[in-house]
């Protein structure tokens, strides 16, 4: 994501539909931060620039159709040692919101038969993420976001 520039919009878990609103150097640190702008929760969010895989682009509408279009490929969950390593890995996963990491993230937990309620927690919070960008770019409602989500699901 070098080519982030103002005017940009982008998504995350932690701030819904955000827009890019500038660039800003804190006194005393070294890093640059991108300073967006949450449309849905009504705050602004500093971020340093070398954690932009917390965050994604809007996507083009063929981009997110293509993208869709792999929710109905079969997935293979991989095996831990233990719930809590499969917690770590699904919260470090989260994290990189690259939307094909987010999409196989989703996949890889939806597989999970026994899900736990952090598990859960990151499912939903990637969906509601998913189904912002599929509202935004595809023009339509939440609702109807919602339901083109859900139908990418069925085989």
Avoid at 5 to 17: H, T, Y
Avoid at 113 to 137: C, F, P, T, Y
């Amino acid at each position: 994501m070098e080519d982030l520039k103002v005017n940009d919009i982008l998504f995350s878990p932690n701030f819904g539909i955000g827009k890019v609103i500038g660039f800003e150097k804190i006194d005393g640190s070294k890093e640059t931060f991108v300073i967006i702008e949450s449309r849905e929760k009504n705050f602004k969010s500093l971020i340093p620039v070398k954690e932009i895989n917390n965050f994604r682009k809007k996507s083009s509408p063929e981009n997110l159709r293509n993208i869709l279009a792999k929710l109905k490929a079969p997935i293979v969950v991989e095996e831990f040692e233990s719930k809590k390593h499969r917690i770590l890995h699904f919260k470090a996963r989260a994290l990189d919101q690259d939307l094909n990491n987010v999409i196989k993230t989703i996949l890889e937990l939806r597989a999970i038969g026994d899900r736990g309620k952090i598990e859960n927690q990151i499912l939903e919070a990637l969906s509601n993420s998913l189904s912002l960008e599929i509202g935004l770019v595809l023009e339509v409602d939440r609702k109807k976001a919602d339901e083109i989500l859900k139908e990418s699901f069925a085989a």
